[in-house]
């Protein structure tokens, strides 16, 4: 059985960061690809970057160059270090992982695994 449990968000002001946290539970965490999405109130749920198994890792155009995902195979754990945030950045964002081993987490589709999320504000 596999738990995603986010930690680390919070309310910040404009250009300040947040650092997100996913403590996974369960087997193979290290194999599997696992991302960072977020929903918006009245949007679709977006991806927002992922790291594969081997630390390859991949970016929402609007977020590239301020957020930084990275991932600690050994504590079984899933970061995202969000810096120069900006309003838009505000949602609630949750962690993935991928439903397969040979996939990644870029739509609701290839997501086996979601977080319960946490609420990042920016204001």
């Known amino acids: 059985h596999v738990q995603l449990v986010e930690s680390g968000g919070g309310s910040v002001e404009t250009g300040g960061s947040l650092s997100l946290s996913c403590a996974a539970s369960?087997?193979?965490?290290?194999?599997?690809?696992m991302g960072w999405f977020r929903q918006a109130p009245g949007k679709e749920r977006e991806g927002v970057a992922h790291?594969?198994?081997?630390?390859?890792?991949s970016y929402a155009d609007s977020v590239k160059g301020r957020f930084t995902i990275s991932r600690d195979n050994a504590k079984n754990t899933l970061f995202l270090q969000m810096n120069s945030l900006k309003p838009e950045d505000t949602a609630m964002y949750y962690c993935?992982?991928?439903?397969?081993?040979?996939?990644?987490?870029?739509?609701?589709?290839?997501?086996?695994?979601w977080g319960q999320g946490t609420q990042v504000t920016v204001s």
């Open positions: 369960g087997n193979a965490y290290s194999i599997y690809c």
């Open positions: 993935a992982r991928a439903a397969w081993t040979q996939i990644c987490p870029r739509d609701r589709s290839t997501v086996g695994y």
């Open positions: 790291i594969d198994s081997r630390g390859s890792t």
